[in-house]
């Protein structure tokens, strides 16, 4: 069965700081991963998806099938990141992105 | 093109009625999506359109959950005599697919419904 965990409900860090969140998938085929961010009072919005490898307002994530993982990570965190973020996967098999959230965690950035 | 937008935002009915929800897709988008989240909880699959032809539903679909997309356009989520375990925030995303695969999902607002 296709599932994704997020163990952290919420990470508190101060401005400047590294930032990590964690993400783990279970799926036996060939997934495609996403992060998604709800800032406050706004509707959920894709961050960045693994197949661009892009850096997306400073945020990386790799895929590491080994390990199952793809964290999301930001060397330095802004005031403006504080949002909650969701990882996702879909499968590259079905033809269309039935996305499969975890359960997501609640990134608090303080001055 | 404001993007996708959901009528109404909010929704509270008495146990046992049904309710309908609609999405209007962004305009060129052929896939349209609907996502049931409660609280505490990612969202979740319901069902998928691709044009008007509904290709997949989640087991999460009961009986009493019907949904629409006539003519490709917007969509419909109906659920008859509403029970109070359905009371969640109802999402839509609609995106383009094609043989090169599938671009970014954009996500309405969504629909909250409370069930009394």
């Known amino acids: 069965a296709q599932r994704v965990t997020q163990p952290e409900k919420l990470l508190s860090v101060f401005k400047g700081a590294p930032v990590e969140l964690k993400c783990n998938y279970s799926y036996s085929g060939s997934p495609e991963l996403f992060w998604y961010v709800q800032y406050s009072r706004q509707r959920l919005q894709l961050l960045l998806r693994?197949?661009s490898r892009e850096s997306i307002k400073g945020f990386t994530a790799d895929l590491n099938k080994g390990e199952t993982s793809f964290h999301l990570k930001k060397p330095f965190a802004q005031e403006e990141d504080s949002a909650m973020y969701y990882c996702a996967l879909a499968s590259m098999n079905t033809g269309f992105q039935k996305l499969v959230f975890g359960t997501g965690t609640r990134l608090l950035v303080s001055p | 093109d404001t993007g996708v937008s959901q009528d109404p935002r909010h929704k509270i009915t008495k146990r046992g009625q049904n309710v309908t929800f609609r999405c209007d897709p962004i305009?060129?988008?052929?896939?349209l999506y609907w996502y049931r989240q409660t609280l505490g909880q990612g969202p979740e699959f319901l069902t998928y359109?691709?044009?008007?032809?509904?290709?997949?539903k989640s087991r999460l679909l009961s009986d009493r959950f019907s949904a629409e997309r006539p003519k490709g356009s917007f969509s419909t989520l109906e659920i008859q005599r509403t029970e109070q375990g359905d009371s969640a925030m109802y999402l839509c995303?609609?995106?383009?697919?094609?043989?090169?695969?599938?671009?970014?999902?954009?996500f309405g607002p969504g629909t909250r419904l409370t069930v009394l």
């Open positions: 995303a609609s995106s383009y697919g094609g043989t090169e695969g599938e671009h970014e999902q954009f």
């Open positions: 693994h197949i």
């Open positions: 359109f691709q044009n008007e032809a509904q290709l997949e």
């Open positions: 305009s060129e988008h052929n896939r």
